[in-house]
């Protein structure tokens, strides 16, 4: 087949990419260390790939485009790890690779707006990670990199409404701090842009066009559900685990207009308003 994508680190975007491709004749081969995600896959018209070595890089012959979302841990990228022989031997065969990244990597400007041009300078552990994970996966040579830097994911399943209705939403107010954000089917959508205009060495921000304090978007998403928000805390003086607070280290306004110019797209969630009355729109169809 032409089109063989294969998806290392199988998650939450990836699938949403994945759901995009196979009515188009797509196959998608995804990694999972997990049998009954293999099950669910399959059910989805995938081919579930188990995460070994030898069965990474059979997948890794048949592909002809090739996602990375699984993140680096503190021996660095697993998929490198894995099968770096593999990766390199197969590369200049490769017609596209994405690589799922964060926008943690550009650290904290105190609520200014960056873009994909400016310096890499994280200011957690996690962001300094990708950051060794981008360039790891830059210095394989012939390799058509290209570099997603994705916001606050949210959609179906994932995101605030999850949160409210789980008891786990809180709105910890920090002055100043405001979080970029992108929906799903946004990733999707961009991501199968760049695969229909490759542009090797390209980095792309996916975000949506309305950065926003969080407190403001858990307010939002309860008056969509009709519930009493959570009282809003002081930053300063809130509980919350080292990681959680770990989230609250970087403010920044993150542009995403490299996104639309080079690749054409049109956001279909433009801000996060749109983004969760849709979500329960299509909730409510689907319970209908």
């Known amino acids: 087949m032409k089109n063989v994508l294969l998806s290392l680190g199988h998650g939450y975007s990836a699938q949403a990419l994945a759901d995009r491709l196979l009515p188009l004749g797509w196959k998608v081969l995804g990694t999972t260390r997990d049998p009954a995600k293999a099950d ?51 590369a200049p065969d490769l017609t596209w690779a994405g690589y799922l990244s964060t926008t943690g990597v550009y650290g904290d400007h105190a ?84 695969i229909r205009r490759p542009q090797p060495g390209g980095i792309y921000n996916l975000c949506d066009d309305a950065p926003a304090p969080p407190q403001d978007v858990i307010l939002f998403a309860c008056e969509l559900l009709g519930v009493t928000p959570p009282a809003e805390e002081d930053f300063a003086t809130a509980e919350m685990t080292s990681m959680a607070r770990s989230f609250y280290a970087e403010s920044k306004r993150v542009s995403n207009r490299r996104l639309k110019e080079d690749l054409g797209v049109r956001l279909m969630y433009p801000d996060y308003r749109t983004g969760l009355r849709a979500l329960l729109a299509e909730e409510g169809l689907q319970g209908a």
Not at 73 to 78: A, E, F, S, W
Request: charged share 20%; hydrophobic share 45%; glycine share 10%.
């Open 40 to 90: 669910r896959m399959r059910a989805r018209g995938m081919t579930p790939v188990a995460w070994t070595r030898e069965a990474v890089s059979a997948a890794l012959n048949l592909a002809s485009h090739l996602l990375i979302s699984a993140g680096p841990g503190p021996d660095g990228d697993p998929s490198l790890a894995l099968a770096h022989e593999t990766l390199a031997a197969r």
């Open 111 to 194: 609520g200014g707006w960056i873009d994909e041009n400016a310096a890499l300078d994280p200011s957690t552990r996690r962001g300094r990670l990708r950051v060794e994970a981008e360039t790891a996966w830059q210095a394989i040579p012939d390799l058509p990199l290209h570099i997603f830097r994705l916001a606050g994911i949210y959609g179906p399943g994932r995101g605030p409404f999850a949160k409210v209705r789980g008891g786990t939403a809180r709105r910890i107010v920090k002055p100043g701090q405001v979080f970029s954000r992108i929906h799903a089917a946004d990733i999707a959508q961009s991501l199968e842009a760049s």
